[in-house]
Antibody
Framework: QVQLQESGPGLLRPSQTLSLTCAVS??????????WTWIRQRPGDGLEWMGH???????SYNPSLRSRLFISVDTSTNQFSLRLTSVTAADTAVYYC??????????????WGQGTLVTVSS | QSVLTQPPSVSGAPGQRVVISCTGN?????????VHWYQHLPGTAPKLLIY???NRPSGVPDRFSAFRSGASASLAISGLQAEDEADYYC????????????FGTGTKVTVL
């Protein structure tokens, strides 16, 4: 079955760039009609959709993160990645990658990774 | 900040029915945009529970049901079981300044 697995550093200093990768197994990204998504959950807060990418490279970002966020895809390795620049303590969160299905009026997320905790601290 | 409001917690005894509300406004659920629901046990991958307002993915028990009316939606769990103890989130789309998928504040279900 299809599985998603996040990887990346668990600790960053303020002003650094966060880079995370999501490995997709069981479903070739380049043959799918799905979107590939990053979602995070900050401590004590709800879930926040960050952005998504199609295998072609087309992206959409949460307006609140657009200036700092870049999502890319590598179909040769069946992975997609997140890069978030100039991190602060407010970016401390559990980061999830997920598969997003386009629906008629509202997309939804049918598969998720386990999540990876990223802490930003000096 | 979540734009969809859920009660922080609900509880019930095994076998009982609990209902979780998700309240939005005219920019999201009331626009109207569809609502989806997720079950999340901390430390695990969130699980899609309901999609497009009322539909259950394969493998989700029919004890879980949902409905939407106006700018609100609700998730009902009938015949509550110990394994249902988890966090539950609603999700929709918001066409205001955020212009993106949005989640509810989350509800912790406790089985007494």
């Amino acid at each position: 079955q299809v599985q998603l697995q996040e990887s990346g550093p668990g600790l960053l200093r303020p002003s650094q760039t966060l880079s995370l990768t999501c490995a997709v197994s069981g479903d070739p990204i380049h043959r799918s009609t799905f979107l590939w998504t990053w979602i995070r959950q900050r401590p004590g807060d709800g879930l926040e959709w960050m952005g998504h990418i199609f295998y072609s490279g087309s992206t959409s970002y949460n307006p609140s993160l657009r200036s700092r966020l870049f999502i890319s895809v590598d179909t040769s390795t069946n992975q997609f990645s997140l890069r978030l620049t100039s991190v602060t303590a407010a970016d401390t969160a559990v980061y999830y990658c997920a598969r997003e299905i386009s629906s008629r009026r509202t997309n939804y997320f049918d598969l998720w990774g386990q999540g990876t905790l990223v802490t930003v601290s000096s | 900040q979540s734009v969809l409001t859920q009660p922080p917690s609900v509880s019930g005894a095994p076998g009982q029915r609990v209902v979780i509300s998700c309240t939005g406004n005219s920019s999201n659920i009331g626009a109207p945009y569809d609502v989806h629901w997720y079950q999340h046990l901390p430390g695990t991958a969130p699980k899609l529970l309901i999609y497009v307002n009322t539909n259950r993915p394969s493998g989700v028990p029919d004890r879980f049901s949902a409905f939407r009316s106006g700018a609100s939606a609700s998730l009902a769990i009938s015949g509550l079981q110990a394994e249902d103890e988890a966090d539950y989130y609603c999700q929709s789309y918001d066409n205001s300044l955020s212009g993106s998928s949005v989640f509810g504040t989350g509800t912790k279900v406790t089985v007494l």
